[in-house]
């Protein structure tokens, strides 16, 4: 069969704010290849990863990604990896490139599963899925006290592991900083694993961030994740010596080099890997197989839909080892409301991805109608995409 | 002062074909502040790389290039470090940001250098240019034959060095490449330095690559440029401990790490950067600097018009060592004409940046707006770029 149609669905909150908050906007991707549907998620800014389908060729290393996917063949996992492959060179002077086609690839996987009746992860090559223990992640309060609050309310709802991130941690003083650290671990009590993620805020100043570790090491934070700039390689490399908190990085990838390197080179101790913006599937589980050989763990980087969230562990459900898994836990209306099933904890407070077909994710169309943002892209007097003339508007 | 207008125009040739070709089209960028305008020019797809700027926020750290750019501050150097600091953070999560920025980057040091009556390499700390050597840098033809005449032809206009790139190398058998190679050579005779540039064609395959390293030994080749993805690092590494040519690399790279890492893990012995993509001229200095500390020569990349040509050159002008640079040998006649002068050969065979203030390049308005590409991008019921309705829209 061949990929007779990729459409994409821009949604939005009705507001977006400057927050760190990336389940404020979605760009939804709706492949059609012999009669089945399948469906991805790009987690990157819509408005320029359909233009990136969609621009005018620049000239034979810098066409457009749609040029390398329209009318392709799709029988089996390795013509997805044909398609990347072409993709590399033809795309190789689009920048915005790996953004766009990781949502075309997620949805590729969808469709192959669903014609073959089996999960994404069987097609992966896994035989058994492992429980994954999800981890709640959320933005730091604006006070220390807000903070505590946080959680204590993740506690309440029983998360085993929390994840506190961003706000305004290394934007004040250290000392500001300090009261947070305590704060998260006072609200979640003694049990609880807690991670902190401080969002690339200290660039490549190593003593910046050094100056973090010994609160964090009496917190007991499990990581200290994206200190740096996902290529200060250096930086990364240097504070992972202190060695008194395992670092984590990796949402930034845009290729599997750039994760390896991060390993090889960073040392970090958790590899944290966006299916939404690395490529999709089949270089995430690349990285996992490669993290496996390194001795280090592997983790999802999702912080929006359901439909992210399968996607996002398919590429570790069969490593044992690898047992914790990010889980969007406040995200915005549209994040929750865009999938009609969600991935819910086990008695054992773990969670699997679907054994149904492909990612085993049903899209809420109606919700997915609300969000809907109309774009239109036009230049050389052709419209390249509007979002009042796809296959069909009925998301 | 303040950044008052940044307009983005979309050139093109009428016809574009998939031959590697990056002057086919052209993201002219200027800006105007206190009075003064800049140019610059993004190495990028023009729709994407304009779809980056006017964007809708999708979160704190997903933001337009626009929105760290329009009505900041503009006095100093020291004022464009600032601009680029905030879209690392603020634009961190938009992949296209580095391209979109390097083009107004440039610009903004084209107009720092007006106001200040100074050309932008003195603004970059440099006391004198030193003349440096062009190559033609040119496609390989179709067959051997072909080749043979381009080289015949390239050094009927006395150039001292030569590069052939792309076209059918590592896409037949590796006889055929010889031949090429073989043709390459002849066509220049023995005094002629000849550049040998794959454009990735290898992935990160290191055998393919090596295997074509005693035929460029043979030929003499200078370096063997892109064998690999960019970032390809181990490959890199792999093919330059066989020692036989020196490697080069770079073109590919979108922040002063990438550089970084091609020497420090790449091991190439020429770091090749386009100020139109790594974020302009800012890094581009940067990784000069690196070079240099490292014993690695630095070259610019560059494929399109001599605005692109002068914004290369300035970030290494005053570094006597890194003498050999690349030189748009036949673009297309947009990229010719775009500028109403040109970085022309002196009676050594050498070229030097203008001495006039800014990158002294004026543009040929008329070719400009010959060439202009109608673009409209609406999204949220707004319309968010229109080639019609920019601050001026006479180019």
């Keep these: 069969m061949k990929i007779e149609a990729v459409d994409f669905f821009y949604l939005s909150m009705p507001e977006v704010t400057t927050e760190g908050d990336g389940s404020q906007d979605a760009l939804l991707v709706r492949v059609a290849a012999g009669g089945y549907v399948g469906w991805g998620e790009c987690e990157a800014s819509p408005l320029v990863s359909i233009a990136a389908f969609v621009c005018p060729m620049s000239h034979g290393a810098c066409r457009p990604v749609g040029a390398s996917v329209l009318g392709q063949r799709l029988e089996r996992p390795d013509d997805i990896q044909r398609i990347a492959a072409q993709i590399e060179l033809d795309s190789m002077d689009l920048l915005q490139a790996p953004h766009t086609w990781s949502g075309v690839e997620i949805a590729l996987w969808d469709l192959l599963g669903k014609m073959r009746g089996e999960p994404v992860w069987k097609l992966l090559g896994y035989w058994a899925t492992y429980g994954k223990l999800p981890y709640a992640s959320q933005l730091f309060g604006d006070t220390p006290a807000e903070t505590y609050q946080l959680a204590v309310a993740a506690r309440a709802q029983n998360f085993r592991a929390v994840k506190f991130g961003w706000g305004p941690i290394g934007r004040g003083n250290l000392q500001t900083d300090i009261e947070h650290f305590r704060a998260a671990r006072e609200g979640l009590g003694k049990d609880c694993l807690l991670m902190v993620d401080v969002g690339q805020i200290f660039g490549h100043d190593v003593e910046a961030a050094a100056a973090r570790l010994p609160i964090l090491a009496e917190v007991g934070a499990v990581w ?72 280090v763990r592997f983790v999802n980087h999702t912080f929006t839909s359901h439909l992210a969230l399968s996607a996002s562990l398919q590429p570790y459900a069969g490593v044992r080892t690898d047992e914790i898994c990010e889980y969007p836990f406040a995200p915005k209306a549209l994040a929750r409301e865009l999938t009609s099933n969600h991935l819910l904890r086990d008695s054992d407070g773990r969670i699997v991805p679907p054994d149904a077909p492909g990612l085993g994710i049903e899209i809420n169309h109606e919700a997915a109608r609300r969000y809907l943002v109309e774009v239109e892209i036009k230049a050389k007097n052709k419209v390249l995409f509007s979002s009042n003339a796809q296959t069909d508007t009925s998301v």
Tied chains: 1, 2.
Aim: charged share 20%; no cysteine.
């Design 224 to 295: 200290l994740e994206e200190p740096f700039h996902t290529s200060a390689l250096d930086s990364y490399a240097a504070l992972s010596r202190r060695g008194t908190v395992k670092l984590a990085g990796g949402e930034g990838a845009h290729n599997f080099y750039m994760a390896q390197h991060l390993i090889d080179y960073g040392h970090v101790g958790f590899i944290q890997i966006d299916t939404g913006r690395i490529g999709g599937i089949g270089p995430a589980k690349r990285v996992a197989d490669y993290a496996v050989s390194k001795g």
